[in-house]
Nanobody, 115 residues
């Protein structure tokens, strides 16, 4: 089973930036569309962004459109989420997984946006 390890979270002030990374354990990662999700305290997990297997097409939740950018490097089995102009409402644990076919969830990475 593919294992996913997220990293790059932290505490940042409103308006700041972070870049999250998600490393997959197997090179079959490259055949799957991937996605970033997030879960805020007391809320359900929500889809943030998706990217096709070849990285040619992306989609974003309205709440992050224009601020977040998803990308991937299939040679490194890694998917990224560049987050700019962060807002307090972006505070959540961020996870990556398949966009359609999912494996076990990783531990996620905490993003806290606060002054």
């Amino acid at each position: 089973q593919v294992q996913l390890v997220e990293s790059g979270g932290g505490l940042v002030q409103p308006g700041g930036s972070l870049r999250l990374s998600c490393a997959a354990s197997e090179n079959i990662f490259s055949i799957y569309a991937m996605a970033w999700y997030r879960q805020a305290p007391g809320k359900e997990r929500e889809l943030v962004a998706t990217i096709t297997s070849g990285g040619t097409s992306t989609n974003y939740a309205d709440s992050v459109k224009g601020r977040f950018t998803i990308s991937r490097d299939n040679a490194k089995n890694t998917v990224y989420l560049q987050m700019n102009s962060l807002k307090p409402e972006d505070t959540a644990v961020y996870y990556c997984n398949g966009a359609h076919v999912r494996t076990a969830w990783g531990q996620g990475t905490q993003v806290t946006v606060s002054s």
